[in-house]
Protein backbone atom coordinates (compact mmCIF):
# COMPACT_ATOMS: atom_id res chain seq x y z
CA UNK A 1 0.00 0.00 0.00
CA UNK A 2 1.15 3.87 -0.37
CA UNK A 3 2.35 5.36 2.72
CA UNK A 4 1.23 8.57 3.95
CA UNK A 5 3.76 11.33 2.50
CA UNK A 6 5.25 13.98 4.82
CA UNK A 7 6.02 16.74 2.85
CA UNK A 8 8.35 19.30 3.89
CA UNK A 9 7.66 23.25 2.72
CA UNK A 10 10.52 26.03 2.80
CA UNK A 11 9.46 29.52 2.12
CA UNK A 12 12.14 31.26 -0.06
CA UNK A 13 12.27 35.00 -0.17
CA UNK A 14 14.95 36.36 -2.95
CA UNK A 15 16.79 32.75 -2.72
CA UNK A 16 17.20 32.82 1.08
CA UNK A 17 14.71 30.86 3.03
CA UNK A 18 12.42 32.86 5.23
CA UNK A 19 11.80 31.08 8.45
CA UNK A 20 14.00 30.78 11.39
CA UNK A 21 15.85 27.86 11.52
CA UNK A 22 17.67 25.53 14.07
CA UNK A 23 19.92 23.37 12.89
CA UNK A 24 22.28 20.65 15.14
CA UNK A 25 24.34 19.81 12.32
CA UNK A 26 26.87 22.74 10.65
CA UNK A 27 24.15 23.86 7.63
CA UNK A 28 23.63 27.26 6.80
CA UNK A 29 19.91 27.84 8.04
CA UNK A 30 19.17 30.20 4.89
CA UNK A 31 20.09 28.74 2.13
CA UNK A 32 17.03 26.92 1.03
CA UNK A 33 19.90 24.43 -0.77
CA UNK A 34 21.51 23.20 2.19
CA UNK A 35 18.02 22.81 4.34
CA UNK A 36 16.46 20.88 1.47
CA UNK A 37 19.58 18.35 1.42
CA UNK A 38 19.30 18.12 5.45
CA UNK A 39 15.50 17.26 5.24
CA UNK A 40 16.27 15.18 2.67
CA UNK A 41 18.69 12.47 4.41
CA UNK A 42 16.49 12.90 7.69
CA UNK A 43 13.20 11.31 5.74
CA UNK A 44 11.40 13.78 4.34
CA UNK A 45 9.19 12.24 1.47
CA UNK A 46 8.86 15.34 -0.83
CA UNK A 47 9.88 18.83 -0.14
CA UNK A 48 7.85 22.06 -1.62
CA UNK A 49 9.86 25.76 -2.21
CA UNK A 50 7.11 28.53 -1.72
CA UNK A 51 8.76 31.37 -3.57
CA UNK A 52 7.33 34.56 -2.42
CA UNK A 53 9.76 36.62 -3.65
CA UNK A 54 8.14 39.78 -4.33
CA UNK A 55 9.75 41.32 -7.80
CA UNK A 56 10.27 39.20 -11.05
CA UNK A 57 14.07 40.04 -10.94
CA UNK A 58 14.22 37.71 -8.64
CA UNK A 59 12.93 34.76 -10.93
CA UNK A 60 16.23 33.32 -12.02
CA UNK A 61 17.58 33.21 -8.31
CA UNK A 62 14.80 30.79 -7.87
CA UNK A 63 15.98 28.97 -10.95
CA UNK A 64 19.00 28.52 -10.05
CA UNK A 65 18.06 27.05 -6.43
CA UNK A 66 15.92 24.56 -7.84
CA UNK A 67 18.73 23.63 -10.26
CA UNK A 68 21.09 23.30 -7.23
CA UNK A 69 18.59 21.66 -5.47
CA UNK A 70 17.84 18.91 -7.80
CA UNK A 71 21.24 17.86 -8.07
CA UNK A 72 21.93 17.20 -4.71
CA UNK A 73 18.32 15.71 -3.54
CA UNK A 74 16.74 12.64 -5.12
CA UNK A 75 13.13 12.47 -3.97
CA UNK A 76 10.29 14.76 -5.76
CA UNK A 77 10.01 18.10 -5.08
CA UNK A 78 7.82 20.77 -6.19
CA UNK A 79 8.15 24.53 -6.43
CA UNK A 80 5.28 27.38 -5.87
CA UNK A 81 4.65 30.33 -6.04
CA UNK A 82 4.31 33.01 -8.74
CA UNK A 83 3.77 30.64 -11.31
CA UNK A 84 2.05 32.86 -13.94
CA UNK A 85 2.52 31.09 -17.29
CA UNK A 86 3.47 28.23 -19.29
CA UNK A 87 6.69 29.30 -19.67
CA UNK A 88 7.44 29.74 -16.06
CA UNK A 89 6.19 26.12 -15.29
CA UNK A 90 8.57 25.18 -18.58
CA UNK A 91 11.67 27.08 -16.87
CA UNK A 92 10.83 25.34 -13.34
CA UNK A 93 10.00 21.42 -14.39
CA UNK A 94 13.33 21.83 -17.02
CA UNK A 95 15.36 23.03 -13.90
CA UNK A 96 14.46 19.51 -12.08
CA UNK A 97 11.36 20.17 -10.06
CA UNK A 98 9.05 17.34 -9.98
CA UNK A 99 5.27 19.48 -9.84
CA UNK A 100 4.83 22.77 -10.20
CA UNK A 101 2.05 24.43 -8.21
CA UNK A 102 -0.46 27.07 -9.18
CA UNK A 103 -2.63 28.95 -7.02
CA UNK A 104 -4.07 32.38 -7.74
CA UNK A 105 -2.54 32.19 -11.49
CA UNK A 106 -5.05 29.52 -11.45
CA UNK A 107 -8.07 31.62 -10.39
CA UNK A 108 -7.59 34.16 -12.21
CA UNK A 109 -6.88 31.95 -15.19
CA UNK A 110 -8.53 28.45 -15.21
CA UNK A 111 -6.68 27.42 -18.49
CA UNK A 112 -3.30 27.37 -17.29
CA UNK A 113 -3.94 24.15 -15.09
CA UNK A 114 -6.01 22.55 -18.65
CA UNK A 115 -2.36 23.87 -20.74
CA UNK A 116 -0.05 23.06 -18.13
CA UNK A 117 -1.81 19.12 -18.00
CA UNK A 118 -1.47 18.99 -21.70
CA UNK A 119 1.94 20.24 -21.66
CA UNK A 120 3.77 18.52 -19.03
CA UNK A 121 1.43 15.73 -17.80
CA UNK A 122 -1.71 16.19 -14.86
CA UNK A 123 1.07 14.40 -12.69
CA UNK A 124 3.55 17.50 -12.70
CA UNK A 125 0.47 20.12 -12.04
CA UNK A 126 -0.49 21.04 -8.37
CA UNK A 127 -3.03 23.20 -7.77
CA UNK A 128 -2.32 24.93 -4.64
CA UNK A 129 -5.77 26.23 -2.83
CA UNK A 130 -5.55 29.21 0.35
CA UNK A 131 -8.96 28.52 1.72
CA UNK A 132 -11.22 30.17 4.37
CA UNK A 133 -13.65 29.42 6.56
CA UNK A 134 -17.41 31.30 5.93
CA UNK A 135 -21.35 31.38 6.17
CA UNK A 136 -22.75 29.37 4.17
CA UNK A 137 -24.84 30.88 1.41
CA UNK A 138 -26.15 30.11 -1.59
CA UNK A 139 -22.63 31.02 -3.25
CA UNK A 140 -20.61 29.35 -0.96
CA UNK A 141 -22.65 25.72 -0.16
CA UNK A 142 -19.26 24.37 1.32
CA UNK A 143 -18.95 27.19 3.94
CA UNK A 144 -15.48 27.85 2.68
CA UNK A 145 -14.27 30.26 0.06
CA UNK A 146 -11.18 30.10 -2.01
CA UNK A 147 -8.90 33.34 -1.02
CA UNK A 148 -6.11 34.82 -3.02
CA UNK A 149 -3.08 37.05 -2.63
CA UNK A 150 -1.58 35.59 0.01
CA UNK A 151 -5.04 35.74 1.53
CA UNK A 152 -5.77 38.92 1.20
CA UNK A 153 -8.52 38.72 -1.50
CA UNK A 154 -11.87 37.01 -1.62
CA UNK A 155 -13.09 35.37 -4.74
CA UNK A 156 -16.54 34.09 -4.25
CA UNK A 157 -15.47 30.83 -5.27
CA UNK A 158 -16.42 28.11 -3.41
CA UNK A 159 -13.54 25.66 -1.95
CA UNK A 160 -15.35 22.40 -3.13
CA UNK A 161 -16.43 23.65 -6.45
CA UNK A 162 -13.14 24.60 -7.45
CA UNK A 163 -10.91 21.59 -6.12
CA UNK A 164 -13.62 19.06 -8.54
CA UNK A 165 -13.14 22.37 -11.20
CA UNK A 166 -9.66 21.70 -10.83
CA UNK A 167 -9.33 18.03 -10.86
CA UNK A 168 -11.95 18.10 -14.43
CA UNK A 169 -8.93 20.69 -16.15
CA UNK A 170 -6.31 17.85 -14.83
CA UNK A 171 -4.89 19.18 -11.87
CA UNK A 172 -2.91 16.17 -10.95
CA UNK A 173 -2.80 16.98 -7.04
CA UNK A 174 -4.35 19.07 -4.63
CA UNK A 175 -2.06 20.90 -1.75
CA UNK A 176 -5.32 22.59 0.65
CA UNK A 177 -4.23 25.39 3.04
CA UNK A 178 -6.69 26.23 5.83
CA UNK A 179 -5.84 30.34 6.28
CA UNK A 180 -7.69 29.56 9.56
CA UNK A 181 -5.32 27.42 10.79
CA UNK A 182 -2.29 28.43 9.37
CA UNK A 183 0.44 28.97 11.85
CA UNK A 184 -1.47 28.38 14.96
CA UNK A 185 -0.07 24.78 15.68
CA UNK A 186 -3.40 24.00 16.90
CA UNK A 187 -4.11 21.43 13.69
CA UNK A 188 -5.08 21.01 10.71
CA UNK A 189 -8.84 22.03 9.14
CA UNK A 190 -9.99 18.44 9.66
CA UNK A 191 -13.55 19.17 8.45
CA UNK A 192 -12.14 20.65 5.04
CA UNK A 193 -9.59 18.46 4.31
CA UNK A 194 -12.11 15.71 5.01
CA UNK A 195 -14.57 17.46 2.46
CA UNK A 196 -12.21 17.69 0.09
CA UNK A 197 -10.20 14.54 0.05
CA UNK A 198 -13.48 12.79 0.13
CA UNK A 199 -15.09 14.55 -3.36
CA UNK A 200 -12.02 14.76 -5.29
CA UNK A 201 -10.31 11.54 -6.92
CA UNK A 202 -6.64 13.10 -6.95
CA UNK A 203 -4.35 13.18 -3.82
CA UNK A 204 -4.49 16.04 -1.58
CA UNK A 205 -2.32 17.69 0.73
CA UNK A 206 -3.15 19.17 3.88
CA UNK A 207 -1.40 22.16 4.92
CA UNK A 208 -1.33 24.60 7.86
CA UNK A 209 -2.03 24.76 11.65
CA UNK A 210 0.45 21.43 12.30
CA UNK A 211 2.21 21.63 15.56
CA UNK A 212 2.49 18.49 17.17
CA UNK A 213 2.37 14.84 15.62
CA UNK A 214 -0.72 13.87 16.56
CA UNK A 215 -1.92 16.80 14.06
CA UNK A 216 -0.71 14.55 11.28
CA UNK A 217 -2.22 11.48 12.39
CA UNK A 218 -5.52 13.28 12.61
CA UNK A 219 -5.24 14.76 9.34
CA UNK A 220 -4.13 11.60 7.44
CA UNK A 221 -6.27 9.07 8.99
CA UNK A 222 -9.53 11.21 10.26
CA UNK A 223 -9.87 13.55 7.54
CA UNK A 224 -8.17 11.40 4.77
CA UNK A 225 -5.20 13.18 3.56
CA UNK A 226 -3.05 11.47 1.52
CA UNK A 227 0.22 13.94 2.60
CA UNK A 228 0.83 16.11 5.18
CA UNK A 229 3.03 19.19 4.84
CA UNK A 230 4.90 20.68 7.99
CA UNK A 231 6.96 23.64 8.22
CA UNK A 232 7.42 24.96 11.83
CA UNK A 233 7.37 21.77 13.41
CA UNK A 234 10.66 21.02 12.15
CA UNK A 235 12.45 24.35 11.12
CA UNK A 236 12.12 25.36 14.58
CA UNK A 237 13.65 22.04 15.95
CA UNK A 238 10.96 21.33 17.65
CA UNK A 239 10.80 17.87 16.08
CA UNK A 240 12.81 15.78 13.71
CA UNK A 241 11.18 14.05 10.90
CA UNK A 242 12.47 10.87 11.95
CA UNK A 243 10.02 11.68 15.29
CA UNK A 244 7.25 12.53 13.82
CA UNK A 245 7.15 8.87 11.35
CA UNK A 246 8.31 7.06 14.31
CA UNK A 247 5.35 8.33 15.95
CA UNK A 248 2.86 7.79 12.86
CA UNK A 249 4.24 4.11 12.39
CA UNK A 250 3.79 3.02 16.14
CA UNK A 251 -0.05 4.64 15.88
CA UNK A 252 -0.33 2.10 12.23
CA UNK A 253 -0.13 4.54 9.72
CA UNK A 254 1.80 3.42 7.09
CA UNK A 255 5.23 5.86 6.24
CA UNK A 256 8.45 5.59 4.55
CA UNK A 257 10.59 4.16 7.35
CA UNK A 258 13.47 3.62 5.56
CA UNK A 259 15.65 6.06 3.83
CA UNK B 1 29.64 5.96 -21.40
CA UNK B 2 25.97 5.28 -20.20
CA UNK B 3 23.10 6.63 -23.21
CA UNK B 4 20.05 7.91 -21.94
CA UNK B 5 17.36 7.33 -24.50
CA UNK B 6 16.21 10.21 -25.69
CA UNK B 7 12.63 10.63 -26.81
CA UNK B 8 9.77 13.21 -25.58
CA UNK B 9 9.05 11.89 -22.47
CA UNK B 10 10.50 14.12 -20.39
CA UNK B 11 11.92 13.31 -16.67
CA UNK B 12 15.22 12.83 -18.84
CA UNK B 13 17.60 15.19 -16.82
CA UNK B 14 16.57 13.91 -13.72
CA UNK B 15 18.15 10.84 -14.38
CA UNK B 16 21.19 11.84 -15.75
CA UNK B 17 21.32 14.00 -12.26
CA UNK B 18 21.35 11.05 -10.15
CA UNK B 19 24.03 9.38 -12.68
CA UNK B 20 26.41 12.32 -12.07
CA UNK B 21 25.75 12.38 -8.22
CA UNK B 22 27.10 8.83 -8.75
CA UNK B 23 30.18 9.55 -10.52
CA UNK B 24 29.06 7.71 -13.52
CA UNK B 25 29.65 9.24 -17.20
CA UNK B 26 25.94 9.50 -19.23
CA UNK B 27 24.83 11.16 -22.22
CA UNK B 28 21.34 11.85 -23.29
CA UNK B 29 20.99 10.58 -26.81
CA UNK B 30 19.19 9.42 -29.55
CA UNK B 31 21.96 8.55 -32.08
CA UNK B 32 21.82 5.34 -33.20
CA UNK B 33 25.42 4.76 -33.22
CA UNK B 34 26.14 6.55 -29.79
CA UNK B 35 23.04 3.80 -27.94
CA UNK B 36 24.47 0.82 -29.88
CA UNK B 37 28.23 2.03 -28.61
CA UNK B 38 27.39 2.65 -25.15
CA UNK B 39 28.28 0.36 -22.16
CA UNK B 40 24.49 0.24 -20.76
CA UNK B 41 20.96 2.00 -21.89
CA UNK B 42 19.03 3.50 -19.50
CA UNK B 43 15.58 4.32 -20.91
CA UNK B 44 13.54 6.24 -18.67
CA UNK B 45 9.85 8.08 -19.65
CA UNK B 46 6.68 9.91 -18.00
CA UNK B 47 3.75 10.25 -20.56
CA UNK B 48 1.97 8.87 -22.89
CA UNK B 49 2.47 5.55 -24.73
CA UNK B 50 1.22 6.25 -28.17
CA UNK B 51 3.02 9.31 -28.59
CA UNK B 52 6.30 8.10 -27.21
CA UNK B 53 6.06 5.08 -29.16
CA UNK B 54 5.38 7.25 -32.53
CA UNK B 55 8.54 9.54 -31.22
CA UNK B 56 10.82 6.11 -31.14
CA UNK B 57 9.72 4.98 -34.41
CA UNK B 58 10.16 8.21 -35.72
CA UNK B 59 13.52 8.26 -34.95
CA UNK B 60 14.61 4.71 -35.81
CA UNK B 61 14.84 4.22 -31.44
CA UNK B 62 12.45 1.77 -31.41
CA UNK B 63 14.82 -0.57 -33.84
CA UNK B 64 18.02 0.68 -31.98
CA UNK B 65 15.99 -0.73 -28.61
CA UNK B 66 15.74 -3.99 -29.91
CA UNK B 67 19.08 -4.38 -30.99
CA UNK B 68 20.73 -3.68 -27.66
CA UNK B 69 18.30 -5.98 -26.59
CA UNK B 70 20.06 -8.57 -29.04
CA UNK B 71 23.11 -7.56 -28.29
CA UNK B 72 22.74 -7.69 -24.62
CA UNK B 73 24.21 -4.85 -23.81
CA UNK B 74 22.24 -3.69 -20.04
CA UNK B 75 18.90 -2.21 -20.23
CA UNK B 76 17.18 -0.17 -17.88
CA UNK B 77 13.69 0.64 -18.59
CA UNK B 78 12.22 3.00 -16.28
CA UNK B 79 8.08 3.73 -15.67
CA UNK B 80 7.40 4.33 -19.51
CA UNK B 81 10.22 2.68 -20.96
CA UNK B 82 9.70 -0.26 -19.12
CA UNK B 83 6.30 -0.36 -20.17
CA UNK B 84 7.36 0.20 -24.14
CA UNK B 85 9.34 -2.64 -23.52
CA UNK B 86 6.47 -5.10 -23.75
CA UNK B 87 4.26 -6.04 -26.60
CA UNK B 88 1.75 -4.10 -26.50
CA UNK B 89 -0.43 -1.41 -24.38
CA UNK B 90 -4.02 -0.52 -22.98
CA UNK B 91 -2.86 3.02 -22.92
CA UNK B 92 -4.24 4.14 -26.15
CA UNK B 93 -4.10 0.75 -27.55
CA UNK B 94 -0.43 0.99 -28.09
CA UNK B 95 2.02 -1.70 -30.42
CA UNK B 96 5.02 -1.58 -28.08
CA UNK B 97 8.26 -2.57 -28.97
CA UNK B 98 7.83 -6.49 -28.01
CA UNK B 99 11.49 -6.76 -26.36
CA UNK B 100 9.62 -8.78 -23.53
CA UNK B 101 6.40 -11.00 -24.18
CA UNK B 102 3.13 -9.16 -22.23
CA UNK B 103 1.25 -6.52 -22.44
CA UNK B 104 0.57 -2.94 -20.26
CA UNK B 105 -2.85 -2.72 -18.53
CA UNK B 106 -4.96 0.01 -16.65
CA UNK B 107 -5.68 -0.42 -13.08
CA UNK B 108 -9.07 -1.74 -12.84
CA UNK B 109 -11.46 0.92 -12.26
CA UNK B 110 -13.06 1.03 -9.38
CA UNK B 111 -9.83 -0.02 -7.01
CA UNK B 112 -10.76 -1.17 -3.93
CA UNK B 113 -8.73 -1.75 -1.62
CA UNK B 114 -9.32 -5.21 -0.12
CA UNK B 115 -8.44 -4.28 3.38
CA UNK B 116 -10.22 -1.30 4.18
CA UNK B 117 -12.56 -1.60 1.41
CA UNK B 118 -11.71 2.58 0.48
CA UNK B 119 -11.61 3.41 -3.04
CA UNK B 120 -7.94 4.00 -4.15
CA UNK B 121 -6.58 6.86 -6.43
CA UNK B 122 -5.52 6.29 -9.51
CA UNK B 123 -2.73 7.31 -10.77
CA UNK B 124 -0.93 5.29 -8.15
CA UNK B 125 1.51 8.17 -7.03
CA UNK B 126 3.72 7.60 -4.49
CA UNK B 127 6.54 5.89 -2.17
CA UNK B 128 5.54 1.64 -1.90
CA UNK B 129 7.08 -1.34 -1.40
CA UNK B 130 8.49 -3.67 -4.02
CA UNK B 131 8.45 -7.44 -2.77
CA UNK B 132 11.42 -9.23 -3.97
CA UNK B 133 10.42 -13.13 -5.12
CA UNK B 134 13.82 -13.43 -6.63
CA UNK B 135 17.29 -11.98 -6.22
CA UNK B 136 18.63 -10.00 -9.13
CA UNK B 137 21.97 -8.50 -8.94
CA UNK B 138 20.60 -4.50 -9.62
CA UNK B 139 18.83 -5.63 -6.61
CA UNK B 140 21.57 -6.93 -4.57
CA UNK B 141 21.86 -4.95 -0.75
CA UNK B 142 18.18 -3.10 -1.39
CA UNK B 143 16.41 -3.14 2.47
CA UNK B 144 13.38 -5.47 2.33
CA UNK B 145 11.35 -2.54 3.79
CA UNK B 146 12.60 0.14 1.53
CA UNK B 147 10.09 2.43 -1.16
CA UNK B 148 10.13 4.00 -4.14
CA UNK B 149 8.53 6.67 -5.95
CA UNK B 150 5.96 5.67 -8.19
CA UNK B 151 3.26 7.19 -10.67
CA UNK B 152 1.20 5.48 -13.31
CA UNK B 153 -1.73 4.48 -14.26
CA UNK B 154 -0.77 1.54 -16.02
CA UNK B 155 1.02 -1.68 -15.21
CA UNK B 156 3.02 -4.50 -16.99
CA UNK B 157 1.72 -7.86 -17.02
CA UNK B 158 4.35 -10.01 -18.51
CA UNK B 159 3.51 -13.23 -20.58
CA UNK B 160 5.38 -15.62 -18.44
CA UNK B 161 6.31 -15.49 -14.72
CA UNK B 162 9.89 -16.02 -15.09
CA UNK B 163 10.31 -12.51 -16.25
CA UNK B 164 8.73 -11.29 -13.06
CA UNK B 165 11.05 -10.28 -9.87
CA UNK B 166 9.57 -7.87 -7.88
CA UNK B 167 5.54 -7.42 -6.87
CA UNK B 168 3.64 -4.33 -5.51
CA UNK B 169 0.58 -3.70 -3.97
CA UNK B 170 -1.91 -1.51 -4.20
CA UNK B 171 -5.89 -2.55 -4.03
CA UNK B 172 -4.40 -5.11 -6.39
CA UNK B 173 -1.06 -7.27 -6.83
CA UNK B 174 1.26 -5.63 -10.00
CA UNK B 175 4.14 -6.36 -11.57
CA UNK B 176 7.11 -3.83 -10.66
CA UNK B 177 10.03 -4.92 -11.36
CA UNK B 178 11.12 -7.33 -14.57
CA UNK B 179 14.06 -8.78 -15.53
CA UNK B 180 15.15 -11.22 -18.49
CA UNK B 181 18.76 -11.17 -19.72
CA UNK B 182 20.85 -7.97 -19.70
CA UNK B 183 17.23 -6.35 -19.14
CA UNK B 184 15.89 -5.04 -16.10
CA UNK B 185 13.19 -2.58 -15.60
CA UNK B 186 11.16 -1.13 -12.82
CA UNK B 187 7.87 0.76 -13.04
CA UNK B 188 8.68 3.09 -10.35
CA UNK B 189 11.40 5.96 -10.45
CA UNK B 190 14.81 4.70 -8.94
CA UNK B 191 15.94 8.91 -9.33
CA UNK B 192 13.73 9.87 -7.28
CA UNK B 193 13.61 7.15 -4.97
CA UNK B 194 16.07 8.71 -2.30
CA UNK B 195 19.12 6.45 -1.24
CA UNK B 196 18.00 3.15 -2.26
CA UNK B 197 16.77 4.35 -5.75
CA UNK B 198 20.30 5.24 -6.35
CA UNK B 199 21.56 2.05 -5.04
CA UNK B 200 19.67 0.14 -7.81
CA UNK B 201 20.80 2.71 -10.36
CA UNK B 202 24.36 2.88 -8.87
CA UNK B 203 24.09 -1.44 -8.91
CA UNK B 204 23.07 -1.27 -12.53
CA UNK B 205 26.05 0.68 -13.58
CA UNK B 206 28.09 -2.14 -11.98
CA UNK B 207 26.23 -5.14 -13.60
CA UNK B 208 27.73 -6.98 -15.30
CA UNK B 209 25.19 -9.13 -16.81
CA UNK B 210 26.79 -12.83 -18.74
CA UNK B 211 26.01 -16.24 -19.15
CA UNK B 212 23.17 -15.12 -21.37
CA UNK B 213 22.76 -15.81 -25.34
Known amino acids: ?259 | MIAIIDYKAGNLTSVKRALDHLGYESVITSDPQEVLGADRVIFPGVGAAASAMADLKNTGMAEVLKEVYKRNIPLLGICLGTQIIFERSEEGDTECLGILPGTVKAFPRPLIDPQTQDTLKVPHMGWNRVKLIKKHPVFSDIDPQAEFYFVHSYHPVPEYTELIYGITEYGIKFVSVVAHRGVVATQFHPEKSGRPGLKILENFCQWRPYNVK
Not at chain 1, 94 to 106: D, Y
Open chain 1, 1 to 259: MLSKRIVVCLDVKNGRTTKGIKFKNNVDVGDPVEMAKVYYEEGADEIVFYDITASAEYRNIMIDVVERVAQQIFIPFSVGGGIRTLDDMRQVLLAGAEKVSVNTAAVLNPKIIEEGAKAFGSQCVVLGMDVKRVEVSDKIPSGYEIVIHGGRTYTGIDALWWAKEAENLGAGEICLNSIDADGTREGYELSLTKMISENVSIPVIASGGAGVPEHLYDVLTKAKADAALIASMVHYGTYSIGEIKRYLHDKGVKVRMVW
